[in-house]
């Protein structure tokens, strides 16, 4: 069974959510209207569930013809199968991702795309972002986006967690471990720790994960930088050198 729902945060944030229960996963796509009222998405979510995603939206106060702008955080199918359905509703859609995602967005679905730089803010539907590069995480085209007007972190695969995105603890640090641990999901804690020590460094608020709950307050530098100790201690109990199947199988 699957269920699905939009939740509006302060700042013109909404946040639509599929709860797979099969998988126990909850996959969310992003939607910030900027003051001007326009609206920029991030992760189109899988093709199949478009239209119930068009649906909650239009409900919602948003309809899909007007969206003209989408991050695409990496290749994958819920990060942007449905962009071909976004193209369809809007024929002037521009993607936007890294230089290898946008290579193969434009050359898949015939859409228009927009190479990102790392760290390099640009402004999109008016409103700033500061895409930063995420390396192999688990993709090697990963990308999250950070909105200074928000303080928001849009964070894709990095912070997921299993279970629905209702009731979040307060230290989600636990849980992120557990569901990296039990998926194997990140082919290397090297990367994982370069890509924490880059978002570590941002103005960060409220963390909005692909998968999982909404993270907020003093728990965002708590989960950040406990996950760079997890990623540090993982990896000197193998002298620096686990590879992707020792520390999937070790325990914490
Ligand atoms: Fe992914
Ligand atoms: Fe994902």
């Known amino acids: 069974m699957s269920s699905a729902k ?19 996963l909850s996959f969310c796509q992003f939607f910030i209207k900027a003051p001007s009222g326009a609206v920029l998405c991030i992760e189109t979510g899988m093709r199949g569930d478009f239209p119930s995603l068009k649906s909650n939206l239009s409900s919602a106060g948003i309809e899909v013809d007007a969206i003209g702008s989408v991050i695409v955080p990496h290749f994958e199918a819920d990060e942007m199968g449905a962009l071909p359905e976004f193209a369809a509703h809007n024929k002037a859609v521009v ?27 640009v402004t999109i539907n008016e409103e700033t972002i500061v895409p930063v590069f995420t390396k192999h995480v688990h993709q090697w085209d990963s990308l999250v986006v950070y909105v200074p007007r928000l303080k928001a972190l849009f964070s894709s695969d990095v912070f997921m967690r299993f279970g629905p995105v209702e009731g979040g603890s307060a230290d989600p640090l636990p849980q992120i471990i557990a569901s990296i641990e039990k998926s194997g999901y990140l082919p290397s804690l090297d990367h994982l720790q370069v890509a924490l020590q880059k978002i570590s460094k941002y103005d960060v608020e409220t963390i909005f994960p692909m998968h999982g709950p909404a993270i907020s307050g003093d728990a965002v530098a708590a989960t950040v930088n406990g996950l760079i100790e997890y990623c540090m201690e993982k990896r000197t109990t193998a002298d620096g050198k686990l590879d992707s199947e020792e520390w999937r199988t070790s325990k914490v």
């Open 6 to 24: 939009v939740d509006v945060y302060s700042g013109g944030i909404y946040r639509h959510s599929l709860f797979v229960e099969k998988l126990n």
């Open 95 to 121: 993607a936007y991702a890294h230089p290898i995602c946008s290579h193969a967005l434009a050359d898949v679905f015939s859409v228009k795309s927009k190479p990102l730089k790392d760290e390099v803010p």
